[in-house]
């Protein structure tokens, strides 16, 4: 049963990446479609980000995980290293949860 529908889901994958293929000179896109292509991407990629700053599982994720993730986006915002941002965000979260923050 498992084998099935991974080789399902892998063919259908591979269906959608080939159409794309097949499809590109027959299908146009409207200039307002073409448009917002570019930020469609960016807002499902701020959902995904979203959901993981602030949910563990199917239950909210408590204040310490978004607020490590606020931190650390101030941090980025204004250019820090890579490794300070992520050192700093993981303390933030740390602490308060050292503190007894969920």
């Not at 986006?73 to 992520?86: E, K, Q």
Request: net charge positive.
């Amino acid at each position: 049963m498992l084998i099935t529908a991974i080789l399902a889901l892998a063919a259908g994958t591979y269906a959608m990446r080939l159409s794309g293929v097949v499809l590109r000179d027959r299908l146009e896109l409207s200039d307002a479609l073409q448009r917002l292509l570019p930020m469609a991407a960016a807002a499902l990629l701020a959902a995904l980000a979203g959901t993981a700053a602030l949910m563990a599982g199917s239950e909210f994720a408590g204040v310490a995980r978004p607020a490590g993730v606020l931190v650390g986006g101030l941090l980025a915002w204004r250019r820090a290293p890579f490794v300070v941002v992520v050192i700093a965000a993981a303390a933030v979260a740390a602490l308060l949860r050292l503190a007894g923050v969920p």
